[in-house]
């Protein structure tokens, strides 16, 4: 089992920033492939960035690129998601998400690849 809480979300006006942290434990991070994922009302959970165990590969959803930054701290147990530029459309509940699946190469982007997920923060964009 992997416990995953996330913190930093928040109201931000429009070109604002936010930082969030998601605190892994449970199993060893460094063994475990992270991502970040939304959820706006009346949509689909979206992925919006991955990072692969050792934090050298990383992905994003287009509509994020050069505004949000996925780092992690593998001695802290913590992911990150620093995001920019934040605009409405960024609204939503943001997941963090964790894979175990030693084997897989890369940075895994779909739903159903991760494993755990956290119970989600709040992020609102002010227009």
């Known amino acids: 089992q992997v416990q995953l809480v996330e913190s930093g979300g928040g109201l931000v006006q429009a070109g604002g920033s936010l930082r969030l942290s998601c605190a892994a434990s449970?199993?060893?991070?460094?063994?475990?492939?992270m991502g970040w994922f939304r959820q706006a009302p009346g949509k689909e959970r979206e992925f919006v960035a991955g990072i692969s165990r050792s934090g050298g590969s990383t992905s994003y959803v287009d509509s994020v690129k050069g505004r949000f930054t996925i780092s992690r701290d593998n001695a802290k147990n913590t992911v990150y998601l620093q995001m920019n530029s934040l605009k409405p459309e960024d609204a939503a509940v943001y997941y963090c998400?964790?894979?175990?699946?030693?084997?897989?190469?890369?940075?895994?982007?779909?739903?159903?690849?991760?494993?755990?997920w956290g119970q989600g923060t709040q992020v609102t964009v002010s227009s």
């Open positions: 449970g199993r060893t991070f460094r063994t475990l492939a």
């Open positions: 998400a964790a894979d175990v699946f030693s084997l897989r190469v890369g940075v895994p982007t779909f739903y159903n690849e991760y494993d755990f």
